[in-house]
Nanobody, 123 residues
Framework: HVQLVESGGGLVQAGESLTFSCAAS????????MGWFRQAPGKERDFVAA????????DYADSVKGRFTISRDNAKNTGYLQMNSLKPEDTAVYYCAVHILGSVYMAASYGYWGQGTQVTVSS
């Protein structure tokens, strides 16, 4: 049984930082890409960042480039999302996910999802 457990959300003020972690269990994801998505109320689930487990290469949505950093620890089967200089428009529920097939930028390409963690950024 595959499980992704997220932690690290919360309420912060604009300009502050948060770090998410996403611990995977049930199997090794050393050959898969992990992604982070976010969903604001009334909006679609949008791509935030992705990282390959094997090479560590990463990509980001334009809206978070330079502020967010995705990383992973293969030994711990855990991924991380460091979010700096947070803005009110970053407010959303954040999800980690494991990519299965297709574009890494599309939520439909991911087969395993975390439970979601709320981030609220006040101005």
């Amino acid at each position: 049984h595959v499980q992704l457990v997220e932690s690290g959300g919360g309420l912060v003020q604009a300009g502050e930082s948060l770090t998410f972690s996403c611990a995977a269990s049930g199997r090794s994801f050393s050959h898969y890409t992990m992604g982070w998505f976010r969903q604001a109320p009334g909006k679609e689930r949008d791509f935030v960042a992705a990282i390959t487990w094997s090479t560590g290469s990463s990509d980001y949505a334009d809206s978070v480039k330079g502020r967010f950093t995705i990383s992973r620890d293969n030994a711990k089967n855990t991924g991380y999302l460091q979010m700096n200089s947070l803005k009110p428009e970053d407010t959303a529920v954040y999800y980690c996910a494991v990519h299965i097939l297709g574009s890494v930028y599309m939520a439909a390409s991911y087969g395993y999802w975390g439970q979601g963690t709320q981030v609220t950024v006040s101005s």
